[in-house]
C-alpha cells in the first residue's frame, strides 16, 4: 500500500540533500505543481521561488485566483506574463505535437531567464507518473508529448528535479491532503499543462482561446452545481473541447454558421484508463443551452463525447 | 513462504507496466520493473509479469528482449500480459498475429475455465482491452476465457506455471483485475 507519511518524510530528506541554494519551480496552481511545491518549501524554505506563468492559455481567472492561494500556502510567487509570446509562437501552429513542443520549450526558456535573475541552479517540477509514460521513450510509444517531459528542449540550462515522478494522481492528492493542502487544491480536476491550447482544435489563436475559456467555464459551472444539488457524482475530469469545424444553426428566423463545442467528462482513478461519464441528460442540456445562448455568435452546436480512454485519450491532443 | 512475495514486471514498453508494478505493491507483493533484456541469472524474482507493449507480435518479437530465455529457463510462475502472452503461445507451438476486430476499452469477458487465474470470481465481467493483435491457436495451453471478439482471453499451460491474459487486469476500470494479480500471486506463494 502506498504510505503518504513515509514518501513524504522521504522526499522531503532526499530533496534536502540535493537541492544547494536557491531552486524555482513552474507552478500551475493544480494539485501536482502545488503539492511538489510544498515540499520542496519543507525541503528548502524560503529559498524556493514559485513561477506561475500566465501563458494566456489558463481558464477563466484562473492566474488570480491561484496567485491568492499559493501567496496563503506561504509560498512565494512570480506572476509572469507571457501570453504574448505563447500566442506569438503558437500563430499559425495546427499540429498537436508541435503545439505541445513549442509550449514546452518556452516554458523552460521561461524559467531560465527567472532561475538566471535568482541565482537558481535547480529547477522543480510537479511531473507525474503518467507524463513520463506517455511521453514515451526507448521501447514505450509515444502518445503524446507532456509539455514537462517529452516537450522539453534539448539544452536546459539548469537541473530539474522531480519529487512525484513515480506517483500517479490519485497518490499525490493523498500527499497533498497530509501535507495540509485545502480540499480545493488536492481534489482539484486535473488540467493540462499546455493549458486551453490543447483544447483547441487546430490553431490556438487568442479568439478561440477566448471561446474556449467560456465554454470550458460554463460546463465546470454546471456540473460543479448538479454535484451540489445532489443530481450527479462530480467526474474525474470534465471540460469543453472546441472542435475545427462549422455548422448551420439557426437564431431568431436567421441562418447561424458557427463552430461545434464538444463537452467531454470522464471516471478515472489516474487517468491511465478512463470511461466517459454518465452525465444526466438534464446537466447536458443545461449546459448546451448555456453554451449556445452566451457564445451565440461563435458556437452553434455542442456535442458531448461517449469515447473511453483507451481507445480515446482524456484530451483531444 | 513467509515473507512478501517477489514478483517483477518485464517492461515491454506499455502504457500499463507501472500500473501492473502498482497493483503488485498494492496487494504485498515486493515489486520492481525490470527491462525486458535483463538476464534470466540476475532475476532474483519468485514470479515474473511479462507487460504489454506496442511491440507487434508478427514482425517485432526481437524488440521483446529476453523474454523467451524467460518462458524456458525462469524457474518459477510467469503471467504474460497482452503481448506478453502472444508471445507465451507462439514460443509454445500456437499462433497469433493482427486481429479481424481489434478490441479497444470495455468488452465483457466470458469465463470458460476458472483454474487458478479466475477462482472465486463470476463468470462473466468487464474488462479493459487495447489490442491489435490477437493469440489465434494455441497448442499446449488450455482457454480460460474469451469475449465476443477474441476467443483467446486468457490461457494456462498444460503443465508449467505459465498463465496469460490478453486484457489488461492492472487497469483500475477493469473488474476483478487486482483478485486476478491476487490469485496469480497465490499461485507462487502455494509452491
Redesign the interface.
Known amino acids: 500500500?502506498?504510505d503518504a507519511e513515509k514518501f513524504i518524510e522521504e522526499a522531503v530528506e532526499e530533496l534536502k540533500r540535493r537541492i544547494k541554494g536557491k531552486a524555482v519551480i513552474g507552478i500551475s496552481g493544480g494539485v501536482d505543481s502545488t503539492t511538489a511545491a510544498i515540499l520542496v518549501h519543507r525541503a528548502i524554505g524560503e529559498n524556493l521561488r514559485c513561477v506561475l506563468v500566465d501563458t494566456g492559455y489558463m481558464r477563466k481567472n484562473e492566474i488570480e485566483n491561484n496567485e491568492k492561494m499559493l501567496t496563503k500556502l506561504g509560498l512565494s510567487v512570480l506572476v509572469i506574463d507571457a501570453k504574448e509570446r505563447f500566442y506569438k509562437k503558437l500563430k499559425g501552429v495546427v499540429d498537436p505535437e508541435q503545439k505541445r513542443k513549442i509550449i514546452g520549450e518556452l516554458f523552460i526558456r521561461v524559467f531560465e531567464e527567472v532561475a538566471a535573475k535568482e541565482k537558481a541552479k535547480f529547477f522543480v517540477q510537479g511531473t507525474i507518473?503518467p507524463d513520463w509514460?506517455?511521453s514515451g521513450g526507448?521501447?514505450?510509444?509515444r502518445?503524446k508529448s507532456h509539455h514537462n517531459v517529452g516537450g522539453l528542449p534539448e539544452k536546459i540550462e539548469f537541473e530539474i528535479v522531480e519529487p512525484l515522478r513515480?506517483l500517479?494522481k490519485d497518490e499525490v492528492r493523498v500527499v497533498g491532503c497530509k501535507l495540509g493542502l485545502p480540499p480545493e487544491v488536492y481534489e482539484r480536476q486535473p488540467f493540462p499543462g499546455p493549458g486551453l491550447a490543447v483544447r483547441i482544435i487546430g490553431e490556438a489563436s487568442p479568439e478561440s482561446v477566448k471561446i474556449v475559456r467560456e465554454a470550458c467555464a460554463i460546463v465546470e459551472e454546471e456540473i460543479e452545481r448538479a454535484v451540489k444539488d445532489g443530481e450527479m457524482s462530480r467526474p474525474w475530469q470534465y471540460f469543453a473541447v472546441l472542435l475545427p469545424c462549422k455548422t448551420v444553426g439557426v437564431h431568431g428566423d436567421v441562418r447561424a454558421y458557427g463552430a461545434v463545442v464538444a463537452v467531454r467528462a470522464v471516471e478515472?482513478?489516474?487517468g491511465?484508463?478512463?470511461?466517459y461519464s454518465k452525465i444526466p441528460y438534464d446537466v447536458l442540456e443545461r449546459i448546451s443551452v448555456r453554451i449556445t445562448n452566451a457564445l451565440k455568435d461563435e458556437v452553434s452546436r455542442v456535442v458531448f463525447d461517449v469515447t473511453?480512454?483507451?481507445?480515446g485519450t482524456i484530451e483531444y491532443e | 513462504m513467509s515473507r512478501p512475495v517477489k514478483v517483477y514486471v518485464v517492461?515491454?514498453?506499455?502504457?500499463?507496466?507501472?500500473?501492473i508494478w502498482?497493483v503488485l505493491?498494492?496487494i504485498?507483493c515486493e515489486t520492481k520493473i525490470i527491462p525486458?533484456t535483463t538476464p534470466v541469472g540476475e532475476i532474483d524474482a519468485d514470479a515474473l509479469v511479462l507487460s504489454g507493449?506496442?511491440?507487434r507480435i508478427a514482425w517485432e518479437s526481437p524488440?521483446l528482449g529476453c523474454c523467451t530465455d524467460y518462458l524456458d529457463h525462469f524457474h518459477g510462475p510467469i503471467l504474460g500480459v497482452c503481448v506478453g502472452l502472444q508471445l507465451m503461445t507462439v514460443h509454445f507451438g500456437g499462433q497469433a498475429g493482427p486481429s479481424e476486430v481489434p478490441e479497444?476499452?470495455?468488452s465483457k469477458l466470458k469465463v470458460i475455465d476458472e483454474d487458478d487465474l479466475f477462482k472465486g470470481l463470476p463468470k462473466e465481467f468487464l474488462v479493459?482491452?487495447?489490442h491489435n493483435d490477437e493469440v489465434k491457436a494455441t497448442a499446449n495451453f488450455t482457454v480460460l476465457a474469451m469475449s465476443e471478439n477474441c476467443r483467446i482471453q486468457a490461457v494456462k499451460h498444460f503443465e508449467k506455471p505459465l498463465y496469460g491474459v490478453q486484457f489488461?487486469p492492472e487497469?483500475?476500470?477493469t473488474e476483478h483485475g487486482e483478485e486476478i494479480y491476487r490469485n496469480f500471486v497465490n499461485v507462487t506463494r502455494s509452491r
Open positions: 500500500m502506498f507518473a509514460i506517455e526507448g521501447l514505450r510509444d502518445i513515480d500517479y478515472s482513478l489516474d491511465m484508463s478512463a470511461a473511453n480512454k483507451p481507445p | 517492461d515491454n514498453g506499455g502504457q500499463w507496466t507501472h500500473r502498482r505493491r498494492e504485498g525486458n507493449g506496442a511491440p524488440k479497444y476499452g470495455l479493459w482491452e487495447s489488461h487497469v483500475n476500470n
